[in-house]
């Protein structure tokens, strides 16, 4: 009975269709969350090794996103995490190569991953269908990883900089134009993702998370 149930219910024309719309949805996601990636590689590539453009980056946008659009919390983190390391791959393979500046992993490197889980909470806090959550998000989520990780900087360069408040925002100071260029480059990749998510799930080019 149960066979005859389970062949019936696949002769069904809707479960064809519903079936095949799923398919299509998860193949488009597939397709997004590689572009995302690719995104954060090309940036790494083209900003990374620019004094006055390092930083500009999509990764805290892609944490943010992630955190605001996924339902299933445990899963928010994969695609920030994973453009992540695959773009210091990208880049360690490069400077083994000798044609990248600096490493792609490098000692201490984890709290990075660690640190860009924050954005992502954020995105938890700020799930909304308004273009203010979007806002406060693009600038919350760098403007927190900055300083939570020029705070780790600070305590764990005891040479560069003095224990104390001055030497904290010595620290602080030294990472501004980091900053700048990570709060520019979410305010910009933050709606453009959100765009080609909703162009690409639904054929429709609109800010919103709806």
Same mark, same amino acid.
């Given at each position: 009975?149960?066979?005859?149930?389970?062949?019936?219910?696949?002769?069904?024309?809707?479960?064809?269709?519903?079936?095949?719309?799923?398919?299509?949805?998860?193949?488009?996601?597939?397709?997004?969350?590689?572009?995302?990636?690719?995104?954060?590689?090309?940036?790494?590539?083209?900003?990374?090794?620019?004094?006055?453009?390092?930083?500009?980056?999509?990764?805290?946008?892609?944490?943010?996103?992630?955190?605001?659009?996924?339902?299933?919390?445990?899963?928010?983190?994969?695609?920030?995490?994973?453009?992540?390391?695959?773009?210091?791959?990208?880049?360690?393979?490069?400077?083994?190569?000798?044609?990248?500046?600096?490493?792609?992993?490098?000692?201490?490197?984890?709290?990075?991953?660690?640190?860009?889980?924050?954005?992502?909470?954020?995105?938890?806090?700020?799930?909304?269908?308004?273009?203010?959550?979007?806002?406060?998000?693009?600038?919350?989520?760098?403007?927190?990883?900055?300083?939570? $990780?020029?705070? $780790?900087?600070?305590?764990?360069?005891?040479?560069?900089?003095?224990?104390?408040? $001055?030497?904290?925002?010595?620290?602080?100071?030294?990472?501004?134009?980091?900053?700048?260029?990570?709060?520019?480059?979410?305010?910009?990749?933050?709606?453009?993702?959100?765009?080609?998510?909703?162009?690409?799930?639904?054929?429709?080019?609109?800010?919103?998370?709806?």
């Amino acid at each position: 009975i149960l066979l005859f149930l389970r062949l019936d219910h696949i002769q069904d024309p809707y479960f064809y269709k519903v079936n095949f719309i799923h398919m299509m949805f998860n193949a488009r996601l597939i397709v997004f969350s590689v572009i995302l990636v690719a995104m954060a590689v090309a940036s790494k590539i083209y900003f990374g090794d620019s004094n006055n453009w390092s930083g500009l980056s999509p990764v805290i946008a892609i944490a943010l996103f992630s955190g605001m659009i996924m339902r299933r919390k445990n899963f928010s983190f994969l695609l920030p995490l994973m453009a992540l390391l695959v773009s210091d791959a990208v880049i360690e393979l490069l400077y083994r190569q000798g044609l990248f500046a600096y490493q792609g992993f490098y000692s201490g490197q984890w709290k990075n991953y660690l640190f860009l889980l924050l954005p992502t909470l954020i995105g938890w806090m700020l799930r909304g269908k308004n273009y203010g959550s979007l806002l406060a998000g693009a600038i919350a989520g760098p403007t927190v990883f900055f300083l939570v $990780s020029n705070f $780790s900087v600070w305590l764990g360069a005891h040479v560069l900089y003095s224990r104390d408040f $001055s030497g904290l925002m010595s620290c602080y100071a030294a990472g501004l134009p980091f900053y700048k260029n990570a709060l520019l480059g979410t305010l910009v990749f933050l709606p453009a993702i959100v765009v080609l998510y909703n162009f690409m799930t639904r054929q429709k080019t609109q800010l919103t998370l709806a």
